[in-house]
Nanobody, 122 residues
Framework: VQLQASGGGLVQAGGSLRLSCTVS????????MGWFRQAPGKEREFVAT???????AYADSVKGRFTISRDNTKNMGYLQMNSLEPEDTAVYYC?????????????????WGQGTQVTVSS
């Protein structure tokens, strides 16, 4: 199983980015997926998750600004990030869950992508 995250970059505060995650090697629609992030000097934290059927959940810090989605026909997941803030600067990781449901807990994810850097300037 492989996950490939892309779409990161440098953006000014208030701007937008769309992250993509390609999943191969498993039946994508059968598993939840999530996005986590890790800022320098901090622990990895939950950002957003979506179940195989499309049920979503978000961290309070991104609720209303970020939108997670998935396209099961393309084996791809997405994270649309709007109204970005400098505090959103981090390496963002996509992950594929052990089960069909969504989860906010990193230990419930079996496979991880390599991460993509998001930098938001003030």
């Amino acid at each position: 199983v492989q996950l490939q995250a892309s779409g990161g970059g440098l953006v000014q505060a208030g701007g937008s980015l769309r992250l993509s995650c390609t999943v191969s090697g498993r039946t994508f629609s059968s598993y939840g997926m999530g996005w986590f992030r890790q800022a320098p000097g901090k622990e990895r934290e939950f950002v957003a998750t979506v179940s195989g059927s499309g049920r979503t959940a978000y961290a309070d810090s991104v609720k209303g600004r970020f939108t997670i989605s998935r396209d099961n026909t393309k084996n791809m997941g997405y994270l649309q990030m709007n109204s970005l803030e400098p505090e959103d600067t981090a390496v963002y990781y996509c992950a594929s869950a052990r089960f069909p449901y969504s989860s906010t807990t990193s230990r419930e994810y079996a496979y991880w992508g390599q991460g993509t850097q998001v930098t938001v300037s003030s």
